[in-house]
């Protein structure tokens, strides 16, 4: 399945013979008349041959990563089960018949009803697998809890900041509203972000091809550990700098390496659960710090102890750190990095540990040795980074992929997360107060992440985006405009309006900007790109964490809170028209639509976008019945003899 029109020539352009009036009624529907409304449009030969050879390898490669077994008889996957499990000497001989029967299984998981030979007891344990997906192993529970875990010690690691830094900043001198204090207060609260975006997310190959999965989770966790820690003993704006720079070290690698791991460890029937799930653990981390910025509040200094609160603040972090250091190593090897090493005996003992099943661990492990051999048989022209520039699907996806991790940060969410205390107490508020409220976003940030698990596959990403950028970009000028309320004669309506503004931007961000961004950019790349997609975006978001950090102070200082939240609001509204235009819907669709929508030429798409704004004016404005327009049409086409089965990118994402 794919677009008919979409080729590969050095400039990126589509066929010069084709005329726009044919592309764009091929692609985009008339206006919404039944009039105008085209049938089902038939590809001719002539389209079809425009196909490049190129892009049919291209299609070919992804059809072939979404599922290398697709094409095969029963009796063939048995021989090659067979085949495998001796070469390898993977388990003993009874384990023979578990990967005959498991490399049938690897083809399509959910048809286990199909496989002749199962007992019973065996059909009973995989039909359990899909009707009661979170009955699983208990030893598979504590990797679920392990990965958790880390995503929570990024949140606090985040923000505990957020409340020590009123305190410290005084002690270090660097408190005031001159120029130096203010860029200085931003450089110590973003160096985690710039160690991230320039040393540590580029640390995530190297670490896990030495140290594994575990190795490098108990790697980063340590760094995370000592820094936190020696944070608490920093007496120097330059020396609380170089503390938390070394942060970043443990909270990039980690950031990249530990979804990587709940993918490869858990079953299909839950695995895209669980990989979403690191936002919503990643809030309550967040939650958390603001939680110990509290606890602390109260104590006193002891003698020849200065700023002992914000020193245990600071260092409090490191708790759930240590935690996952107690337990990291109870917890199996990723099977697959014992598999991409060779060593197959050890990648089923470990898969063996984490199914209920002999069959369901050769089943899975089955299908990532044909993955693997998949991944290592490709043969591309230029390189992958090549790839995602010079192909026009892929440098659509990548388009969309950096404007939402690039929003991610511009939408302004993380002014709120790390400097929320001191906007507080601009505000008029007590510093216990100031802690309180902001524990009271940590709360939202949190409570809000949940729905979003299952709001991002009904309503959508893109229209998660388009509904609440403009309400975060108004919430935002709400804030900001809230301290005109004179402070003297209204100060509870003063603070009111702030923190009712910062909340209610909680709110629409948490189903919004907060997940959509790594859901999307996991989903829009194709197969054979999409971990170098993936790096550039992760690369992306922190880098632009660091901007926003950095300059908070000073835009404040100033702007004024007034001009500083209009400022972010504003990039809201660019967002807004950013996803408009420039941003594919990737929900529920399979590989092959997916090809068709990024193959959708940009300008077609943007004018598409534009078109919406009347139509939904007419539709729920002035409640007309206009029916919506359909971007592309849905085509067959056969790319090359062999037939790949493609299962939906949903699905997709759950395989390993």
Same mark, same amino acid.
């Given at each position: 399945m794919a677009d008919p029109m979409r080729h590969d020539n050095s400039s990126g352009e589509y066929e010069k013979s084709t005329k726009n009036q044919t592309e764009h009624a091929d692609y985009v529907d008339r206006p919404n008349y039944p009039e105008h409304r085209p049938s089902q449009v038939n590809i001719s030969d002539s389209r079809r041959a425009s196909v490049t050879a190129a892009e049919r390898a291209r299609r070919n490669l992804n059809a072939k990563l979404a599922n290398p077994l697709a094409g095969y008889s029963h009796a063939e996957l048995e021989q090659l089960g067979e085949? &495998? /499990? @001796?070469?390898?000497? #993977?388990?003993?001989?009874?384990? !023979? $018949?578990?990967?005959? @029967?498991? /490399? #049938?299984?690897?083809?399509?998981? /959910? $048809?286990?009803?199909? !496989?002749?030979? @199962?007992?019973?007891?065996? @059909?009973?344990?995989l039909r359990k697998e899909f009707t009661h997906r979170w009955s699983q192993p208990r030893l598979l529970y504590l990797v679920i809890i392990l990965c958790s875990t880390c995503a929570a010690v990024q949140g606090m690691d985040e923000t505990v900041v957020n409340g020590a830094q009123i305190? &410290?900043? $005084?002690?270090?001198?660097?408190s005031g509203n001159s120029s130096r204090s203010s860029w200085l207060t931003g450089l110590v609260n973003s160096a985690p972000y710039l160690c991230c975006a320039f040393i540590g997310c580029w640390l995530t190959v190297p670490y896990n091809h030495w140290f594994g999965r575990r190795g490098t989770i108990f790697i980063t966790c340590t760094f995370s550990a000592l820094a936190c820690f020696w944070q608490g003993f920093t007496n120097t704006w330059w020396h609380m700098f170089i503390a938390r720079f070394s942060l970043g070290l443990g909270i990039g690698p980690k950031s990249a390496t530990v979804p990587i791991y709940a993918a490869e460890c858990t079953p299909p029937a839950i695995r895209g659960a669980l990989v979403m799930q690191w936002q919503m653990w990643t809030a309550f981390g967040i939650m958390f710090g603001y939680v110990a910025d509290l606890v602390f509040f109260h104590v006193p200094d002891k003698p020849n102890i200065t700023g002992l609160r914000w020193r245990l603040m600071m260092a409090s972090a490191m708790l759930p750190a240590v935690i996952v250091l107690l337990f990291v190593f109870l917890c199996p090897e990723s099977p697959r990095w014992y598999m991409s090493r060779g060593r197959h005996g050890k990648a089923y003992s470990s898969m063996c540990r984490l199914r209920y099943n002999k069959i369901q661990a050769a089943r899975d492990v089955f299908y990532m040795h044909t993955l693997l051999e998949a991944e290592s048989g490709m043969k591309l022209g230029q390189s992958k980074i090549m790839e995602m520039i010079t192909v026009p699907r892929n440098r659509r996806a990548m388009v969309g992929s950096e404007i939402v991790m690039f929003m991610q940060q511009f939408c302004g969410v993380n002014v709120i997360a790390y400097y929320s205390s001191q906007i507080f107490l601009d505000s008029g508020l007590s510093e216990i107060s100031a802690l309180s409220a902001s524990l009271g976003f940590g709360i939202i940030n949190w409570l809000f992440a949940i729905p979003a698990v299952y709001t991002i596959d009904t309503f959508g990403r893109r229209n998660l985006l388009l509904t609440t950028f403009p309400l975060m970009g108004l919430f935002l000028l709400f804030t900001g405009f809230s301290f005109w309320i004179p402070l003297a004669t209204k100060r509870t309506a003063h603070v009111a309006c702030i923190a009712l503004g910062i909340y209610l931007f909680g709110i629409v961000y948490s189903p919004g900007e907060g997940p959509v961004p790594f859901t999307y950019s996991a989903e829009a790349y194709p197969l054979y790109v999409r971990s170098y997609g993936m790096s550039l975006a992760t690369a992306t978001t922190w880098f632009f964490n660091f901007v926003l950090s950095i300059t908070w102070p000073s835009l404040l200082r100033a702007f004024k809170p007034q001009g500083a939240f209009g400022w972010y609001a504003a990039w809201n509204g660019i967002g807004f028209f950013l996803v408009l235009l420039f941003l594919p819907e990737t929900k529920n669709k399979t590989l092959e639509e997916l090809d068709q929508v990024f193959s959708v030429p940009t300008h077609v798409h943007a004018a598409y976008g534009l078109r919406q704004i009347p139509y939904f004016f007419r539709r729920y404005i002035l409640r007309q019945h206009v029916e919506p327009e359909i971007l592309y049409q849905r085509e067959e086409i056969d790319y090359s003899d062999q037939s790949y089965s493609q299962e939906t990118e949903h699905e997709a994402d759950k395989r390993v």
């Amino acid at each position: 399945m794919a677009d008919p029109m979409r080729h590969d020539n050095s400039s990126g352009e589509y066929e010069k013979s084709t005329k726009n009036q044919t592309e764009h009624a091929d692609y985009v529907d008339r206006p919404n008349y039944p009039e105008h409304r085209p049938s089902q449009v038939n590809i001719s030969d002539s389209r079809r041959a425009s196909v490049t050879a190129a892009e049919r390898a291209r299609r070919n490669l992804n059809a072939k990563l979404a599922n290398p077994l697709a094409g095969y008889s029963h009796a063939e996957l048995e021989q090659l089960g067979e085949e &495998y /499990a @001796l070469k390898n000497q #993977v388990g003993e001989m009874e384990d !023979v $018949r578990a990967f005959r @029967l498991g /490399a #049938v299984l690897a083809q399509d998981p /959910a $048809r286990f009803d199909t !496989v002749k030979g @199962l007992e019973e007891g065996e @059909l009973a344990i995989l039909r359990k697998e899909f009707t009661h997906r979170w009955s699983q192993p208990r030893l598979l529970y504590l990797v679920i809890i392990l990965c958790s875990t880390c995503a929570a010690v990024q949140g606090m690691d985040e923000t505990v900041v957020n409340g020590a830094q009123i305190f &410290y900043t $005084r002690q270090f001198g660097i408190s005031g509203n001159s120029s130096r204090s203010s860029w200085l207060t931003g450089l110590v609260n973003s160096a985690p972000y710039l160690c991230c975006a320039f040393i540590g997310c580029w640390l995530t190959v190297p670490y896990n091809h030495w140290f594994g999965r575990r190795g490098t989770i108990f790697i980063t966790c340590t760094f995370s550990a000592l820094a936190c820690f020696w944070q608490g003993f920093t007496n120097t704006w330059w020396h609380m700098f170089i503390a938390r720079f070394s942060l970043g070290l443990g909270i990039g690698p980690k950031s990249a390496t530990v979804p990587i791991y709940a993918a490869e460890c858990t079953p299909p029937a839950i695995r895209g659960a669980l990989v979403m799930q690191w936002q919503m653990w990643t809030a309550f981390g967040i939650m958390f710090g603001y939680v110990a910025d509290l606890v602390f509040f109260h104590v006193p200094d002891k003698p020849n102890i200065t700023g002992l609160r914000w020193r245990l603040m600071m260092a409090s972090a490191m708790l759930p750190a240590v935690i996952v250091l107690l337990f990291v190593f109870l917890c199996p090897e990723s099977p697959r990095w014992y598999m991409s090493r060779g060593r197959h005996g050890k990648a089923y003992s470990s898969m063996c540990r984490l199914r209920y099943n002999k069959i369901q661990a050769a089943r899975d492990v089955f299908y990532m040795h044909t993955l693997l051999e998949a991944e290592s048989g490709m043969k591309l022209g230029q390189s992958k980074i090549m790839e995602m520039i010079t192909v026009p699907r892929n440098r659509r996806a990548m388009v969309g992929s950096e404007i939402v991790m690039f929003m991610q940060q511009f939408c302004g969410v993380n002014v709120i997360a790390y400097y929320s205390s001191q906007i507080f107490l601009d505000s008029g508020l007590s510093e216990i107060s100031a802690l309180s409220a902001s524990l009271g976003f940590g709360i939202i940030n949190w409570l809000f992440a949940i729905p979003a698990v299952y709001t991002i596959d009904t309503f959508g990403r893109r229209n998660l985006l388009l509904t609440t950028f403009p309400l975060m970009g108004l919430f935002l000028l709400f804030t900001g405009f809230s301290f005109w309320i004179p402070l003297a004669t209204k100060r509870t309506a003063h603070v009111a309006c702030i923190a009712l503004g910062i909340y209610l931007f909680g709110i629409v961000y948490s189903p919004g900007e907060g997940p959509v961004p790594f859901t999307y950019s996991a989903e829009a790349y194709p197969l054979y790109v999409r971990s170098y997609g993936m790096s550039l975006a992760t690369a992306t978001t922190w880098f632009f964490n660091f901007v926003l950090s950095i300059t908070w102070p000073s835009l404040l200082r100033a702007f004024k809170p007034q001009g500083a939240f209009g400022w972010y609001a504003a990039w809201n509204g660019i967002g807004f028209f950013l996803v408009l235009l420039f941003l594919p819907e990737t929900k529920n669709k399979t590989l092959e639509e997916l090809d068709q929508v990024f193959s959708v030429p940009t300008h077609v798409h943007a004018a598409y976008g534009l078109r919406q704004i009347p139509y939904f004016f007419r539709r729920y404005i002035l409640r007309q019945h206009v029916e919506p327009e359909i971007l592309y049409q849905r085509e067959e086409i056969d790319y090359s003899d062999q037939s790949y089965s493609q299962e939906t990118e949903h699905e997709a994402d759950k395989r390993v």
